[in-house]
């Protein structure tokens, strides 16, 4: 398909071109051919500029870089090819190149009778919008030497920093660096814990079986130094470290008098000490990005946080990249999102798909039986996709949907063992509706005004549940109704038959 126009959209505004003379489509891949585009002299006679239309600032250009960049038909790019086009009909048929594929769908849109063609699917129109993209600044007359240059990198500073500032309003990014960093952390703190024990274990050996946890023995080492300083005056301030316990103080006390392990030197000890101090300052610093995490999740994530805890939650939003990317996948995807080795392993091997990824740490999948384990990751992975939706959708942090959604899950679990069954999720999410409304302070607008409240079984309706009973409760007095009238009707012709047939037997006995 010959092309008739091409658009260059560049720093500076939107250029027009008209295609005079085609180029040769057979040869378009020869070097020869791609020189000639590269020729002023030769790439002149190929195209003639129709119109050029600069921005009004770089503001402006700004905003229409940041439209096009989604794929969208500016009203100001709109105008231009509105002017610049002729009317397209059955015999005058116009083929427009350009550069985006999304944008091209826009214009289609837009502009019916114009058809469009992309760099990706067309050699020609690479061609040109390469020849016309080198030679702009001497094909536009408006335009001075070093214009254009001087454009592109103001526009590129202001894209890029407008993409940081968006990036650090979102907040999530501090949760991927922060989840990130405490998993990182977790592994230096296994490494130094476990050093430590080995280190100081040639001096006291027996304080290991005495005290297992990692954190706590590095900051009993850092505490008692050389074990020959260990007498029962020191019982209290030793019990202060193993949380008040002096039954565990009289043991290490005991095993120090003991002890089998040998005698360090001052240079030794001091070494061991400033590494053990090393290593409880970074048990206190992952402790303080723990709660920092935290934080960050209920005031970005809050429904997420309240489902799933915010290390899970941490992790789904790290893998999918931002909340955004997260609220839309689908359940299915956020259910084996963590797992892709495995998925593609069984597609390629055929064998069976995996059924949870990073859900499978939750403590509700470890409270659920065997045969009902991917039953419940899939509810799981459905209510943290809603969950997801509304922090990312929602102008007002809550956490009432996560509480809401969390009961949910508890409910459906205890279906599993038991049998019972769990509220109806319409219920769940209009009690969980009134109550973040009543936290801001907004009236329903689709309950008429501010009503009484209700305790039905011990819960809470507001407006919107209240009205729902209402219709209800006309449903099924409408049924009742009914099913009364048919027993009637039927009550009725059943009599009718029962008196033909006895009046049918006096007549046989006559």
């Known amino acids: 398909m010959s092309v008739n126009y091409?658009?260059?959209?560049?720093?500076?505004?939107?250029?027009?071109?008209?295609?005079?003379?085609?180029?040769?489509?057979?040869?378009?891949?020869?070097?020869?051919?791609q020189k000639s585009v590269t020729d002023l002299a030769k790439f002149g006679k190929l195209v003639e500029l129709v119109t050029f239309v600069p921005f009004q600032s770089t503001q402006h250009a700004l905003e229409n870089q940041n439209v096009l960049s989604e794929g969208i038909l500016s009203d100001y790019l709109k105008a231009t090819l509105e002017s610049a086009l002729p009317k397209a009909g059955k015999k005058n048929k116009i083929t427009l190149g350009l550069l985006d594929k999304t944008l091209a769908?826009?214009?289609?849109?837009?502009?019916?009778?114009?058809?469009?063609?992309?760099?990706?699917?067309?050699?020609?129109?690479?061609?040109?919008?390469?020849?016309?993209?080198?030679?702009?600044?001497?094909?536009?007359?408006?335009?001075?030497?070093?214009?254009?240059?001087?454009?592109?990198?103001?526009?590129?500073?202001?894209?890029?920093?407008?993409?940081?500032?968006?990036?650090?309003?979102?907040?999530?990014?501090?949760?991927?660096?922060?989840?990130?960093?405490?998993d990182q952390l977790d592994k230096a703190c296994n490494t130094f814990g476990m050093r430590v024990r080995e280190w100081y274990g040639w001096h006291f050996p027996e304080l290991i079986r005495i005290v297992s946890e990692n954190q706590a023995y590095a900051q009993l080492v850092l505490h008692i130094g050389n074990k020959s300083t260990l007498s029962m005056d020191s019982l209290h301030e030793l019990a202060a470290q193993v949380n008040d316990d002096e039954s565990i103080a009289t043991d290490i006390i005991n095993a120090a008098r003991v002890s089998m392990g040998r005698d360090l030197s001052e240079g030794d000890m001091e070494h061991l000490m400033l590494f053990a101090n090393r290593a409880v300052k970074?048990?206190?610093?992952?402790?303080?990005?723990?709660?920092?995490?935290?934080?960050?999740?209920?005031?970005?994530?809050?429904?997420?946080?309240?489902?799933?805890?915010?290390?899970?939650?941490?992790?789904?939003?790290?893998?999918?990249?931002?909340?955004?990317?997260?609220?839309?996948?689908?359940?299915?995807?956020?259910?084996?999102?963590?797992?892709?080795?495995?998925?593609?392993?069984?597609?390629?091997?055929?064998?069976?798909?995996?059924?949870?990824?990073?859900?499978?740490?939750?403590s509700f999948i470890g409270r659920t039986g065997t045969k009902n384990k991917g039953r419940i990751s899939r509810y799981i992975a459905n209510k943290c996709a809603m969950a997801s939706r509304i922090d990312n959708f929602s102008e007002f942090p809550s956490s009432k949907f996560g509480e809401a959604l969390k009961a949910q899950v508890e409910d459906r679990m205890e279906f599993y063992t038991t049998g019972k069954a769990p509220i109806k999720n319409s219920l769940v999410m209009a009690q969980a509706m009134d109550a973040v409304l009543g936290d801001i302070n907004v009236e329903d607008p689709t309950a008429g005004g501010v009503e009484d409240v209700e305790m039905v079984d011990g819960v809470t309706s507001g407006?919107?549940?209240?009205?729902?009973?209402?219709?209800?409760?006309?449903?099924?007095?409408?049924?009742?109704?009914?099913?009364?009238?048919?027993?009637?009707?039927?009550?009725?012709?059943?009599?009718?038959?029962?008196?033909?047939?006895?009046?049918?037997?006096?007549?046989?006995?006559?």
């Open 105 to 182: 769908g826009s214009i289609k849109e837009e502009f019916p009778g114009v058809n469009c063609e992309t760099a990706d699917t067309s050699e020609v129109v690479a061609d040109l919008l390469r020849g016309a993209r080198e030679h702009g600044s001497k094909l536009v007359k408006k335009l001075n030497e070093g214009d254009l240059e001087r454009s592109q990198l103001g526009l590129g500073h202001a894209y890029s920093r407008a993409k940081v500032k968006f990036s650090v309003q979102k907040n999530d990014n501090h949760i991927m660096q922060a989840i990130a960093t405490l």
């Open 282 to 362: 970074l048990y206190a610093y992952r402790k303080r990005l723990a709660l920092y995490l935290g934080k960050k999740m209920g005031i970005v994530a809050p429904n997420l946080k309240a489902l799933m805890g915010e290390i899970i939650g941490a992790r789904l939003i790290s893998k999918a990249g931002s909340l955004t990317n997260l609220s839309k996948m689908p359940a299915s995807t956020v259910q084996i999102l963590g797992a892709e080795k495995a998925l593609f392993r069984a597609l390629k091997t055929k064998g069976n798909t995996p059924k949870y990824g990073i859900i499978y740490h939750s």
């Open 463 to 510: 407006p919107l549940e209240q009205e729902r009973r209402k219709k209800k409760d006309k449903s099924e007095k409408k049924d009742k109704s009914e099913k009364k009238d048919k027993k009637k009707k039927r009550k009725s012709e059943g009599g009718e038959e029962i008196e033909k047939k006895k009046k049918k037997k006096s007549r046989d006995s006559i």
């Open 6 to 33: 091409i658009l260059d959209d560049s720093a500076v505004g939107f250029s027009v071109y008209k295609v005079v003379m085609q180029p040769d489509t057979i040869g378009s891949r020869l070097k020869e051919v």
